[in-house]
């Protein structure tokens, strides 16, 4: 985490915080620092801030708009999800559809190269919602979702898209992707532990979630429960900003603007280290890929002939390099990946790798 991040919340919380309002400094402070954080999302995801609704995590928010979103559907009606996708992109629409009797259909993908098939293979006309992802945190594949949003409004179903894994390496735009809502998590993209949900407004004032009979209707209040963690809201606005930072820009410049310009400038550092890492684990026998998108963040998951992934990672941690093993929550693409619930050893490039890390990975890799 970037020390501007910390050194946000910490300030936020010894400034003085309370419930939001305009009559003194303190509410004024408060008010203010809700209201940036919610602009700073909206910049990073292309999107109103109006419609910006920030809760526990991702998961949570996942599940609470699957439970509002549902309560239009019944039989008969039918609910895309990926297999490629986290499982808190798959669980809340699937538990949410079976409460009322709507239909699961699966979107799948191929396991040799994790590309996902044509959504219009599972599209029809009493199709309600798909979910699909940016981008896997298992596999690295960045799928076409404008392409596959533009299908869904085909059919008139809405689009909720997981940025969690995207919003770290590469520019979001809700637009662009046809997403209808887009989630991300603040931690991804080196801030706190928070989830996010961006829609448009219009459409957020459409929905009426549970909510407490005293808490305000008002969008995109009536979607966050209890009272916001404000020191958390300051540390997002920092990460937002730092992600603006990471390449040198005047200071003056749109934030969006600057946006563009970092993520840019990064998808080509990690793209560089991307390809020296495939490259040296194409060297190595038998250390195997799984996947090969045409499109993907610098995720990489491995297997190795003869280790099982745990043996793998504890091995690499004697080469001072950590690269987890697991399936991450993507349980359904390490199933359907051949992987079972064991997946495999994760590989994560990010702002501050470096080639000699790599190479250490390389290393301690070719040493097993």
């Given at each position: 985490?970037?020390?501007?991040?910390?050194?946000?919340?910490?300030?936020?919380?010894?400034?003085?915080?309370?419930?939001?309002?305009?009559?003194?400094?303190?509410?004024?402070?408060?008010?203010?620092?809700?209201?940036?954080?919610?602009?700073?999302?909206?910049?990073?995801?292309?999107?109103?801030?109006?419609?910006?609704?920030?809760?526990?995590?991702?998961?949570?928010?996942?599940?609470?708009?699957?439970?509002?979103?549902?309560?239009?559907?019944?039989?008969?009606?039918?609910?895309?999800?990926?297999?490629?996708?986290?499982?808190?992109?798959?669980?809340?629409?699937?538990?949410a559809a079976e409460a009322r009797g709507a239909t699961v259909r699966w979107l799948d993908f191929d396991p040799a190269t994790a590309e996902l098939h044509d959504v219009r293979e599972v599209l029809s006309?009493?199709?309600?919602?798909?979910?699909?992802?940016?981008?896997?945190?298992?596999?690295?594949?960045?799928?076409?979702?404008?392409?596959?949003?533009?299908?869904?409004?085909?059919?008139?179903?809405?689009?909720?898209?997981?940025?969690?894994?995207?919003?770290?390496?590469?520019?979001?735009?809700?637009?662009?992707?046809?997403?209808?809502?887009?989630?991300?998590?603040?931690?991804?993209?080196?801030?706190?532990?928070?989830?996010?949900?961006?829609?448009?407004?219009?459409?957020?004032?459409?929905?009426?979630?549970?909510?407490?009979?005293?808490?305000?209707?008002?969008?995109?209040?009536?979607?966050?429960?209890?009272?916001?963690?404000?020191?958390?809201?300051?540390?997002?606005?920092?990460?937002?900003?730092?992600?603006?930072?990471?390449?040198?820009?005047?200071?003056?410049?749109?934030?969006?603007?600057?946006?563009?310009?970092?993520?840019?400038?990064?998808?080509?550092?990690?793209?560089?280290?991307?390809?020296?890492?495939?490259?040296?684990?194409?060297?190595?026998?038998?250390?195997?890929?799984?996947?090969?998108?045409?499109?993907?963040?610098?995720?990489?998951?491995?297997?190795?002939?003869?280790?099982?992934?745990?043996?793998?990672?504890?091995?690499?941690?004697?080469?001072?390099?950590?690269?987890?093993?697991?399936?991450?929550?993507?349980?359904?693409?390490?199933?359907?990946?051949?992987?079972?619930?064991?997946?495999?050893?994760?590989?994560?490039?990010?702002?501050?790798?470096?080639?000699?890390?790599?190479?250490?990975?390389?290393?301690?890799?070719?040493?097993?």
């Amino acid at each position: 985490m970037p020390s501007r991040v910390a050194d946000a919340v910490a300030d936020a919380m010894t400034a003085g915080m309370c419930q939001r309002g305009s009559l003194t400094p303190v509410q004024r402070r408060t008010e203010e620092t809700v209201g940036a954080a919610r602009a700073a999302l909206g910049d990073l995801l292309g999107t109103d801030p109006r419609g910006v609704v920030v809760g526990r995590s991702m998961t949570a928010l996942t599940f609470e708009m699957a439970r509002t979103l549902a309560q239009g559907w019944g039989p008969g009606d039918e609910v895309v999800v990926s297999r490629l996708d986290h499982d808190s992109n798959i669980r809340p629409w699937v538990l949410a559809a079976e409460a009322r009797g709507a239909t699961v259909r699966w979107l799948d993908f191929d396991p040799a190269t994790a590309e996902l098939h044509d959504v219009r293979e599972v599209l029809s006309e009493r199709t309600r919602l798909v979910a699909v992802t940016a981008a896997s945190n298992l596999l690295g594949t960045r799928p076409d979702v404008a392409a596959i949003s533009a299908a869904a409004h085909e059919v008139g179903a809405l689009v909720y898209v997981d940025a969690v894994h995207l919003a770290a390496h590469a520019v979001v735009d809700r637009t662009a992707l046809g997403a209808d809502l887009v989630a991300c998590s603040p931690y991804k993209f080196f801030g706190p532990h928070l989830g996010a949900v961006a829609a448009d407004p219009a459409l957020l004032e459409t929905l009426s979630p549970d909510k407490l009979l005293p808490s305000t209707d008002a969008v995109p209040e009536r979607f966050e429960l209890g009272t916001l963690p404000y020191e958390m809201l300051a540390g997002v606005t920092a990460a937002v900003d730092a992600l603006a930072d990471l390449v040198a820009q005047p200071a003056d410049r749109p934030r969006r603007e600057r946006l563009a310009v970092s993520l840019t400038g990064l998808e080509v550092h990690e793209e560089t280290l991307l390809a020296r890492l495939l490259d040296g684990v194409d060297r190595l026998p038998g250390v195997r890929v799984h996947g090969a998108p045409a499109r993907r963040t610098p995720t990489v998951l491995l297997g190795v002939e003869g280790h099982d992934p745990v043996a793998v990672q504890e091995h690499l941690v004697t080469h001072d390099v950590l690269a987890p093993a697991g399936s991450f929550y993507a349980l359904e693409a390490s199933r359907h990946a051949g992987l079972g619930d064991t997946g495999g050893v994760r590989v994560g490039l990010s702002p501050y790798t470096t080639a000699d890390e790599v190479d250490r990975l390389l290393a301690g890799l070719a040493s097993l």
